[in-house]
T-cell receptor
């Protein structure tokens, strides 16, 4: 069975700091990978996704993620965070051909102005 | 992007009553809908997968008689929490995946706003 692990439960940064949120998954086959964001009081939104091709994917709001197959990782990065990035971030994995999406535990990001 | 709408967004009910939550895909046809439950400060736990016109597939540990799911059309799925108890209080989220063809059939899910259930 697939599982997803996000190492950081709560990350606190100052504005303009660089961000990297870890995500590892366990599944031996081909996967589709996603990062979702949930801003306070709002529903989940897709930040970016990887299906195939260039392992470095760029998403909305300056976020990017790199798929490293050998490490089973899909870490999320942003070079300079803003106060408005304060939110909960979820990594998710979908085994190719499977219906369901498996989510990590989430990482709460707090950006101090 | 595609829009998924849930109703109601907030419901309070008495213990023992049943509550129905609707999930609608507003601008696309959703052959598959998923129901998740999110506990405070925790991740989303998949409850069941619902395919239009067939019975839902429940995850291990989810009581199918407790959480009734109906996916009668390509744009509507409902979750009914029967004989609700305080421990059923949670945030329920639905998501939908589009039918074959087009960009919606790429594994991406579109999420509803969620429905917060409080059972007194």
């Amino acid at each position: 069975a697939q599982s997803v692990s996000q190492h950081n439960h709560h990350v606190i940064l100052s504005e303009a700091a660089s961000l990297e949120l870890g995500c590892n998954y366990s599944y031996g086959g081909t996967v589709n990978l996603f990062w979702y964001v949930q801003y306070p009081g709002q529903h989940l939104q897709l930040l970016l996704k990887y299906f195939s091709g260039d392992p470095l994917v760029k998403g909305i709001k300056g976020f990017e993620a790199e798929f490293i197959k050998s490490k089973f990782s899909f870490n999320l990065r942003k070079p300079s965070v803003q106060w408005s990035d304060t939110a909960e971030y979820f990594c998710a994995v979908n085994a190719e051909g499977a219906q369901k999406l498996v989510f990590g535990q989430g990482t709460r990001l707090t950006i101090n102005p | 992007g595609a829009v998924v709408s849930q109703h109601p967004s907030w419901v309070i009910c008495k213990s023992g009553t049943s509550v129905k939550i609707e999930c609608r895909s507003l601008d696309f046809q959703a052959t598959t809908m998923f129901w998740y439950r999110q506990f405070p400060k925790q991740s989303l736990m998949l409850m069941a997968t619902s395919n239009e016109g067939s019975k839902a597939t429940y995850e291990q540990g989810v009581e199918k008689d407790k959480f009734l799911i109906n996916h009668a059309s390509l744009t509507l799925s409902t979750l009914t929490v029967t004989s609700a108890h305080p421990e059923d209080s949670s945030f329920y989220i639905c998501s939908a995946r589009g039918s074959s063809g087009g960009t919606l059939n790429t594994g991406e899910l579109f999420f509803g706003e969620g429905s917060r259930l409080t059972v007194l």
